[in-house]
């Protein structure tokens, strides 16, 4: 089937081309920052966790996010998402990878990873959300490889591979959820230190993955001759509509927690991102702060735009709305989460982060990696539909 993904016209190389040489520039800068260490990212002794693993806790969202077409489609015999639940599982596959990658980038020296296999310990967060990031990896892989070689064939998958659907369900939502739990533990973080933290992920999760699912079945239908149809897409937007409220409100309980209570611990981390805080010398640390309430913007203007099902039907503002809601999404959880929850550190001081030109080009490489894999297997995945179609 990998031979679908080989052809092609002038456009669809040039953008290969243009994805393999962002993960040339990548590596290039990944090679440095071996060699040199982490000291040329924007991390520091106060913030240990940056972009790298900001984008971690985005993309294992938009990897989980695949269950809400597994759901319907295999639980509920909503049959509207047969020709597009192939899409959802490549796209939790590149998802998944880009995780991956920006783990090892984050650990600086790679073969730290092997310490996770070689010397496991069940009673690390870290050593159960390695098990579920590459279980369902794996799992991913092999449904979407095996129902679309039958799909090909024109025949019924084969039996053995219903249970691994049914498993993956309870596997998406524990991905997330473990991730989740590798920040709520930490008692010196106020920010993340909330029993809310994982459903906080999921809410956001199922708005940002079907979003940005609703923007790549719209460019297949623009630049393929497959057409998933209307209808899947519109049960994707109202996915999204909901998802989006649930995750402003429970944002929403966070500042009722925070400041009805007026514990200062609580209140700092959202002050900074939403208002800035002020040092002892008159400093005023508000770096986040434009890019908060962006995010807030967004995401009440898509929820306004696509709300009502007169205006979500018509697939340019559905694209809007869904642009919109997965940048605001990107900004919460791949920006600003991570890096408030270090800020003010648990004496009180205040470290901004600033992200660096190497460690932005190595995330690009990695964002590019993901893309690539979403641009073959759909390309695979539109040909092949096409033609049985």
Same mark, same amino acid.
């Given at each position: ?31 440095? #920052? ?13 913030? @240990? ?42 796209? +939790? ?8 990658? &920006? ?5 600086? #020296?790679?073969?730290?990873?092997? &310490? ?47 249970? $691994? ?11 997330? @959820?473990v991730t989740a739990f590798l920040i709520a ?43 998933p149809g209307k209808e899947p897409i519109q ?22 927690? +925070? ?75 791949? $920006? ?48 092949i539909k096409k033609e049985v179609g």
């Open positions: 089937m990998i031979e679908r993904a080989l052809r092609g016209n002038k456009l669809y190389w040039g953008w290969v081309g243009l994805l393999l040489a962002a993960i040339g520039v990548g590596i290039i800068n990944y090679m440095e #920052q071996l060699k040199t260490g982490l000291t040329i990212t924007g991390m520091s002794r106060d913030i @240990t966790w940056g972009f790298y693993i900001a984008q971690l806790t985005f993309f294992v969202g938009v990897a989980a996010s695949a269950v809400m077409m597994v759901i319907p489609y295999y639980l509920h015999d909503y049959k509207k998402f047969g020709k597009t639940i192939i899409f959802g599982e490549f796209l +939790a596959v590149a998802s998944v990878t880009m995780c991956l990658l &920006f783990v090892v980038a984050d650990m600086g #020296q790679p073969q730290r990873a092997l &310490f996770v296999m070689f010397y496991p310990r069940p009673n690390s967060i870290l050593f159960w959300d390695f098990v579920v990031l590459n279980g369902y990896l794996f799992l991913n892989i092999i449904i979407g490889w095996v129902t679309l070689e039958a799909e090909k064939n024109q025949v019924a998958p084969p039996k053995w591979v219903k249970p $691994l659907i049914y498993l993956s369900i309870p596997w998406a939502v524990s991905i997330h @959820t533990g930490l008692p010196g973080r106020h920010l993340w230190l909330t029993a809310i933290m994982a459903p906080r992920f999921l809410a956001s999760a199922f708005a940002a993955g079907p979003a940005l699912l609703i923007i790549l079945l719209m460019i297949v239908k623009k630049f393929s001759k497959f057409d049960t994707l937007g109202k996915i999204v509509t909901y998802a989006m409220i649930t995750n402003l409100f429970f944002y929403g309980l966070e500042f009722f927690t +925070a400041f009805y209570s007026n514990i200062p611990g609580h209140m700092h981390s959202l002050e900074y991102l939403f208002w800035g805080l002020h040092g002892d010398n008159g400093e005023v640390y508000n770096k986040l702060v434009p890019a908060m309430w962006t995010s807030m913007t967004l995401g009440i203007l898509g929820i306004a735009l696509i709300i009502k099902p007169s205006m979500r039907q018509k697939e340019t503002v559905l694209l809007i709305g869904a642009v919109m809601i997965f940048a605001a999404t990107w900004i919460d959880k791949g $920006l600003g989460l991570i890096i408030g929850g270090f800020i003010p550190n648990p004496i009180g001081y205040v470290t901004e982060y600033t992200i660096t030109t190497p460690e932005l080009l190595i995330s690009i490489g990695i964002w590019s990696i993901g893309i690539l894999i979403v641009t073959l297997g759909f390309k695979m995945a539109a040909s």
